[in-house]
C-alpha cells in the first residue's frame, strides 16, 4: 500500500454557530489525485484552507507529508504548493519574471532560479510567451502558468482549486494532461473541482461533502455503484413494434408516447448480449439502442439531495 501524503482524523471548523465542517476523516495516497466534491456550502474551500495551513482548525488530528499540521506547519508549508481559484499571476510581468519572483519568495538561489523558471517555461509550452507579458496571455495560458509557479518550490503535494473553471475545452484538456504527468512524477494532487466529469477523468479517489459531512468516498467506479437506475433504452419508430417488445419485454418502463422502452440493467456485456439475444429471437426492429449507466451526476444528487449545476464551495474567510 501507498503510504499517506495527507491523512485527516476528526476535522473540525466552526464559524461562530455555523459548522462548516463536522469531524471528517480523509486519507490521501500519495502519487495520487483525490478531489474533494460537494455543492455550494459543503465545505472544501475551508478543508482545503485548512490543510494547507491558511486557516486553523478547531479540532482534529491533521499530518501532511508526514508532519503534524499544528505542530510543524512550517514543514507542511515547505512541502505543499497551492494553485487557488483566482489566478495568482502578475499581468505587468512577464511569465518568466512571474516565475522567478516565485523562486524569489522561495529562497531559491539567483541561478538555481532562472534555471528553474525556464524549465518550467519549456514544460507547460509558455517560453516563447515567457518574454510577453503576462496580461497579454489567453485564460489557458495563464492557468498553466499559475501552475507553473506553484511548482517551482518543487513541492510533494499541490493543492489544485478548481483549476480549470472557465477555460474551453481544449485548454481543460490540456491543464487534465498537465495534472496526470505531475502524478506520473510522484506529485500528489488535492483537487477541487465543479466539473464531475472532470473527478471522473482524473481522480484516484474521490471524497462528497455536504453540510461538512463526508457522505460518500471511494473511486469513481465505487461511487457509481451506490446508485441504482441503470438501463437500456430501447427507441422504436413503428407503434407497433413498440406495442410487441413492451410484451417481450415486460419489465421494462414504457413510454408510449416517444416509443421508448426502459429495460432495467447493471451495465454488463452479459446483460446487454441476453437482451440482444431477446430481441432477436423476438426479431424486433428496434431505431436505437443506447445504454446509460449511473455517473457522478447521478451519485452527487443521490448523496446530496442536489443537482450538479451548482458545485461551487463557500467563500467563508477568516478575518
Known sequence: MSSLAIDVRGLRKSYGDKLVLDGIDLNVAEGTIFSLLGPNGAGKTTAVQILSTLIAADAGEIRVAGHDLHQNPEEVRAAIGVTGQF?????????????????????????????????????FDLVEAGQKMAMTYSGGMK????????LVGSPRIIFLDEPTTGLDPRSRHNMWLLIRQLVADGVTVLLTTQYLDEADQLADQIAVLDHGRLVAQGTPEQLKRLVP?????L???????????AQVLPSAAQNEESLVLQVPSDGSVHTLRSLLARIDDASLEVDELTVHTPDLDDVFFAVTGQPTHDTTDEKVTSK
Do not use: C, K, Y
Not at 106 to 111: E, M
Open 143 to 150: 492557468r498553466r502558468l499559475d501552475l507553473a509557479m506553484t
Open 87 to 123: 489566478s495568482a499571476v502578475d499581468g505587468l510581468l512577464t511569465g518568466r519574471e512571474n516565475l522567478i519572483m516565485m523562486a524569489d519568495l522561495h529562497h531559491v538561489g539567483r541561478q538555481v532560479g532562472r534555471r528553474r523558471a525556464d524549465e518550467l517555461l519549456e514544460q
Open 229 to 233: 437506475g441503470g438501463h437500456i433504452r
Open 235 to 245: 427507441r422504436f419508430t413503428a407503434p407497433e413494434e413498440f406495442a410487441l417488445a
